[in-house]
């Protein structure tokens, strides 16, 4: 067989040298190629009831890659964003097959031209105060693990770090002194230094008592360090508690993200400007963080609202009115 009509050379080249030799891509984004090739290839051998390892470059046709994507969604229940995430996955093998192959041109071209599909823009969600301090209050302090739970929300909620963040911090990032702060190492392997509150320096000093610069801040049940998965299962467990005595919670979809938009939604209500938190977040754009000054726009146009210029019907009329200075005018 030709090794350039063959398919399998080309994905262990895409993965083994582009992803990480010449893309320098995270850790994270490999595994979600990986794991994309991984479901691709097993569904493309079973519709052409061919081996995976006699799969040829054409194969994969544009036709078989639509198929794949209507499985992801009818048969695996996947969404629009991880439907549009996998073909971002094969857009990219094309590419790189197709810059290295004359002769996969126009095959490329085809693969490259299926579009991404348009979804919801999905609902920020985030806790309000009373919210955020009853999950912070939900962890049993009198025990080890409470102390670590109590620990982890607190840090995650002073410096908005993902949950991969905060699972690879290492006891070396913290500078735990007189003018507290956090280093931490975000996507793309971007560093970011975030103050801390001197409450959380002290949690975390008592955290990590005689324990090793190298070692992992955060650690499981059985002195392991945490994974984002242990995170979120942190976070559901102390949500399920603190619902009981705040029943809002029960109405939201509260993750670790959750926790960082909440940061940034209360760094902004406190008047901090929206680059401070951008470089806060780790974003590369500000567009990204200015999701949060529109969710606090609307929350001072529903205050406006309820006043006595018009009430509830003024807000109806905003929420029709995107430029708000003009919505001023017009009351």
Not at 55 to 73: P, T
Not at 246 to 262: F, G, W, Y
Request: aromatic content about 6%; some cysteine; hydrophobic content about 40%.
């Amino acid at each position: 067989m030709n090794r350039t009509q063959s398919l399998s050379p080309w994905v262990r080249r895409f993965l083994m040298e582009h992803l990480v030799s010449e893309r320098n891509l995270s850790r994270n984004t490999q595994l979600s190629y990986r794991d994309t090739l991984a479901l691709l290839l097993p569904f493309a051998s079973k519709i052409l009831k061919k081996p995976i390892d006699r799969l040829l470059v054409e194969d994969l046709s544009s036709a078989a890659v639509r198929r794949f994507l209507e499985h992801l969604e009818q048969e695996r229940g996947s969404g629009v964003a991880t439907r549009n995430q996998r073909l971002a996955a094969i857009h990219s093998l094309a590419r790189f097959i197709g810059m290295r192959n004359p002769e996969h041109l126009d095959w490329c071209s085809e693969i490259r031209s299926i579009p991404f599909k348009k979804g919801p823009k999905p609902e920020l969600t985030y806790l309000e105060k009373p919210e955020m301090d009853a999950l912070l209050k939900a962890p049993n302090q009198r025990t080890g693990q409470g102390k670590r739970d109590y620990a982890l929300l607190l840090f995650l909620y002073n410096s908005g770090a993902r949950a991969d963040e905060a699972a690879r911090l290492i006891l070396a990032d913290l500078a735990l002194g007189s003018s507290p702060s956090v280093r931490i190492t975000g996507k793309g392997a971007k560093i970011r230094h975030c103050p801390l509150w001197k409450s959380t320096a002290d949690v975390l000093t008592k955290l990590t008592a005689g324990r090793a610069q190298v070692e992992n801040v955060f650690l499981n049940r059985r002195g392991q360090p945490i994974t984002r998965f242990g995170i979120h299962a942190l976070v559901k467990r102390c949500v399920a508690k603190a619902s009981h005595q705040m029943p809002s919670l029960d109405a939201k979809q509260v993750s670790p993200h959750t926790i960082r938009h909440t940061t940034a939604v209360h760094l902004l209500r406190a008047g901090v400007d929206i680059n401070t938190i951008r470089a806060w977040l780790g974003h590369v754009s500000l567009d990204t963080t200015h999701i949060y000054a529109e969710v606090d726009l609307e929350m001072k146009a529903k205050a406006l609202a309820h006043c006595e210029i018009g009430g509830e019907e003024t807000f109806k009329r905003w929420r029709n009115e995107p430029n708000l200075i003009t919505f001023l005018k017009n009351l």
